[in-house]
């Protein structure tokens, strides 16, 4: 005799990812999807372009057209439905616009954190030169949080960040652009510890972490920008979510390993081992 049906359990946190593959798995949709596990989140995915990479290097690169992306988005938000939206690499200009518009369509209700991913861990470009125009005027006004880091600051600013102060300037640029918070990664700079700034214009956050003595960081942006996605679907206020992302991103750091013959990932299941 079968048992009675009990109530129905509760919905995670719908975090939906719109990125690129990694072939290697620590950064990319696959990173994001594990971070958002890790966290007790539900993760699903529109894949940009798909990447052919490993710990040395991005070999090579190749953006879905924009009729696959916006078909992935509208099966995923018309039927499950969406908490909280990240966005990583986005390939083309074309793409970028795409998706800022499909953005557009969920209105403010739903929290964007935006990646604004330009170049890998290694160096290999993953944007072209000619979305930069697309990423200020139509993406960039669609984020709750922009996450760049000193590169990407700079790249989309003109402002050469190499301090505390440069990465104050560089945020009040970014905040012109439209995003409602931004948040300076601070972790190329020299120093003992990992000082990232968080702002909306009123007032500054700062989050600082010992630094750790572990080459094996890919993915680390990722998993900060979908752990931000994770704490804001929970309804969590920018700040607070910052923090906990911050957190969870240092000990997968800590944790990161070796894999392959060049830069390993972080380890986005370091709570559970």
């Known amino acids: 005799m079968s048992n009675p049906p009990g109530p129905p359990r509760a919905v995670p946190p719908r975090v939906l ?8 798995g620590g950064a990319g949709l696959q990173g994001d999807l594990k971070t958002a596990a890790a966290l007790g989140a539900y993760g699903m995915s529109v894949v940009t372009a798909v990447t052919a990479q490993n710990s040395q290097g991005v070999h090579g690169s190749w953006p879905l057209p924009a009729e696959a992306v916006r078909a992935q988005f509208r099966a995923v938000t018309d039927d499950i439905g969406v908490d909280a939206v990240k966005t990583g690499m986005l390939a083309s200009a074309e793409l970028a616009g795409t998706v800022a518009d499909l953005l557009a369509g969920l209105g403010d209700r739903v929290p964007v954190v935006v990646d604004p991913v330009g170049v890998s861990k290694h160096g290999d470009p993953l944007l072209a ?5 697309t990423l ?10 922009l996450t760049p880091n000193l590169d990407e ?3 989309l600013t003109g402002v050469r960040v190499t301090g505390e102060d440069g990465m104050r300037e560089a945020a009040a640029a970014l905040l012109a652009y439209g995003p409602r918070w931004v948040l300076v990664k601070g972790g190329h700079l020299p ?3 990992a000082a990232d700034l968080l702002t909306d214009g009123t007032g500054e956050h700062w989050f600082r972490a ?10 680390t942006g990722c998993a900060l ?3 931000i996605a994770v704490q804001l679907a929970r309804g969590a206020a920018v700040p607070a979510a910052v923090g906990s992302a911050k957190r969870y991103v240092t000990g997968a750091i ?10 390993g990932p972080v380890d986005h299941g370091w709570r559970s081992r």
């Open 153 to 155: 600051a700079g790249w």
């Open 191 to 193: 120093g003992g510890a």
């Open 17 to 24: 990812s719109v990125a690129g593959s990694d072939s290697g």
């Open 129 to 133: 030169p000619d979305a930069l125009r």
């Open 136 to 145: 200020r005027e139509r993406l960039l006004p669609r984020a709750t949080v």
């Open 225 to 227: 920008a979908t752990a």
């Open 210 to 219: 010992a630094r750790h003595p572990n080459r094996h960081t890919h993915g």
């Open 254 to 263: 800590a944790a990161g390993f070796p894999l392959g013959g060049g830069i």
